[in-house]
């Protein structure tokens, strides 16, 4: 009995290391993810500060925007809804925690239903619908995912779980 001991002792004991390196290491990468959202969304918003800016003194001076403004607008939100799409996809792969997500997303809906100022005459609604209306993005989950969040009564918790990995939703509750 001793013997088997000796045996099975450090298999477990290896085993056990394993598991815990992998979920150290899982929860550092998830860290690092946010952490890096957060770095682009910092670069994001301050290209959107200039941009807001450059907004207000136009409308100061009643001088209306031109094609330039309109695609400076525009290149602020396609970056915008990209860093989003990542992070979705980094959401549904569980590198980000649902509470966390959900706050995101609560503001996605907040800045779609106009709250937010237009940004060189181009506002968040016009911008997703020419953004998400390009062939290869129409029927993308990320498009019909954040369609929901802007447009559903459902509480945004309750899409994001919808939307989350099989397995959180599994052994997770809402």
């Known amino acids: 009995m001793l013997e088997i001991l000796r ?12 598991f815990v390196a992998l979920y150290f290491t899982r929860s550092t990468k998830r860290t690092d ?11 994001i918003m301050n290209f959107h500060h200039e941009l807001v800016k450059r907004t207000i003194t ?8 031109d094609v330039i403004d309109a695609a400076d607008g ?28 959900v706050e995101w997303m609560t503001w996605r809906r907040h800045e779609y239903l106009g709250t937010e100022p237009d940004v060189l005459g181009v506002t ?13 993005l129409e029927r993308h989950i990320f ?7 802007h447009n559903s009564t459902k509480p945004v918790k309750d899409i994001v779980h919808e939307y989350s990995p099989s397995w ?4 997770l509750p809402r």
Do not use: C, M
Request: hydrophobic content about 40%; proline content about 4%; overall charge positive.
């Open 124 to 136: 968040y609604a016009g911008a997703w619908t020419a953004w998400s209306g390009r062939p290869p």
């Open 74 to 101: 525009h290149h602020y939100y396609r970056r915008f809804f990209r860093l989003q799409r990542d992070q979705f996809l980094a959401f549904q792969s569980g590198y980000i925690d649902t509470n966390i997500y």
């Open 33 to 43: 993810i946010v952490h890096a959202f957060d770095v682009r969304l910092d670069t």
């Open 58 to 65: 136009k409308e100061n001076s009643n001088v209306s925007f």
């Open 143 to 149: 498009v019909v995912f954040l369609d929901k969040v």
């Open 168 to 171: 959180y939703r599994r052994i």
């Open 7 to 18: 045996i099975i002792g450090p298999f477990f004991t290896g085993l056990s290391v394993v």
